[in-house]
């Protein structure tokens, strides 16, 4: 892996965006757990608005907000890059199952359970093996790979293809169906590409588009099978789907059932990931205020009902990366779950993906 040396100023900027991205994960997962599968109402949406402010307020006390599968997984991808920066695939998909099986209540699928016990009783021989034969053979599209993706792209924030590479094989422990792998991969290049934009000009919106659909370019073949009868280029379609959204004006009201019927809000990957990049997109577009854009993210997220923890999870961690811990705010983080193992884990992914070693992984 190419090592790049860095300004100090540049590590300082860095070390924020990382612990923004994996805190903005921790917090959509927490946050959006209480809502996951509802069906949001308009007076629902105030609901979450107040639950929100609420949660900002510096004296405000609650029970800890708990974390689900989606941050379980995330904090296995990230301990296994810092433990093993030279990636260990098998390593990981231990990792994985020694986790669930700690904690088996954290909200996993029924579908990927089969696939931890299918490990271990294999012994981890072929670890692409138990997954390749869920759903008939035709493998898993739900976003259980694109949830847990982040410290994919932090990890390997200075090169590009051996990001790809680690995010393809990391999925495929578990999601081996092309939709499955694709919405990993298009989380994870989102993430990275907002992670290295500029704080010096406003987003450019409309440019970050164009640069999702170039990448996704090679991944989706005009010529494919009709991949479950959905579409040939579903995420480029769901991309230019984006644009033209980002392109018109709406009411909240108005946004979200456009948002709903062209996007959705389900556990697939086609359906959530392009969502969650909506979601950040959106609060970019409208505010220039960075706390504004992590808190309307994870907002919209949240109101629109249906998978959104991970939705909420995958959009936080896109926002996070760009806007920076600073612009998270911390009343809200510490009512999260092991928020301090997050910046821990954050900063050793860090030092690991700049060849530091670093033995402080919880
Ligand atoms: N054919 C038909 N339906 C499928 C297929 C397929 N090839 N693959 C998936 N589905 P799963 P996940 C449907 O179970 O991705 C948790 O709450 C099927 O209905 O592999 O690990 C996480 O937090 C299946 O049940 O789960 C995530 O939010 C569903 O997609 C969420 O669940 C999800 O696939 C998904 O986790
Ligand atoms: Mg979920």
């Not at 490990?119 to 008939?136: G, R, V």
């Not at 590009?160 to 590479?165: A, E, L, V």
């Not at 009411?251 to 389900?266: M, V």
């Amino acid at each position: 892996m190419i090592k790049y040396t860095m300004a100090k100023h540049n590590y300082e900027i860095l070390k924020s965006r990382f612990r923004g991205c994996l805190l903005g994960s921790l917090l959509g997962d927490c946050l959006g757990a209480p809502f996951e599968g509802d069906e949001i109402t308009a007076g629902e949406k105030t609901v979450i608005k107040n639950y929100l402010d609420k949660l900002e307020e510096p004296n405000f006390k609650g029970p800890i907000k708990r974390y689900t599968d989606d941050t379980a997984m995330t904090r296995s991808v990230a301990k296994a890059l810092i433990d093993k920066p030279e990636p260990d695939f098998k390593f990981m998909a231990k990792l994985f199952v020694k986790e669930y099986f700690l904690e088996p209540n954290r909200g996993y699928g029924q579908n990927v359970v089969t696939v931890f016990k299918k490990l271990k009783h294999n012994k981890f021989e072929n670890i692409y093996k138990p997954a390749s034969e869920q759903f008939d053979g035709s493998g898993s599209l739900g976003n259980g790979g694109a949830m847990r993706i982040a410290p994919i792209a932090l990890f390997y924030f200075d090169n590009y293809n051996s990001m790809i590479d680690a995010a393809t094989k990391a999925t495929k422990i578990t999601h081996t169906n092309p939709l499955g792998v694709n919405g990993a991969l298009l989380q994870c290049i989102a993430v990275q590409e907002s992670l290295l934009s500029e704080h010096e000009v406003k987003l450019d919106v409309h440019n970050f588009v164009k640069v999702l659909l170039h990448r996704m370019k090679p991944f989706e073949y005009e010529d494919d099978e009709d991949l479950d009868g959905i579409m040939e280029e579903p995420y480029r379609e769901k991309l230019l789907t984006i644009q033209n959204l980002l392109q018109r004006r709406y009411d909240r009201d108005e946004l979200y059932d456009e948002i709903l019927e062209t996007l959705g809000n389900s556990i697939s990957a086609p359906g959530s990931v392009p969502t969650a990049i909506y979601c950040f997109l959106r609060a970019c577009l409208e505010t220039s205020d960075f706390k504004k854009i992590f808190r309307n993210t994870v907002e919209y997220a949240i109101g629109l009902g249906g998978d959104t923890d991970t939705i909420a999870s995958m959009a936080g961690a896109i926002a996070g990366a760009y806007v920076g811990e600073e612009n998270l705010n911390h009343h809200v983080i510490k009512h999260c779950e092991k928020y301090e193992e997050m910046i821990d884990l954050a900063d050793n992914l860090l030092a690991s993906s700049q060849g530091e070693i670093s033995n402080k992984a919880s």
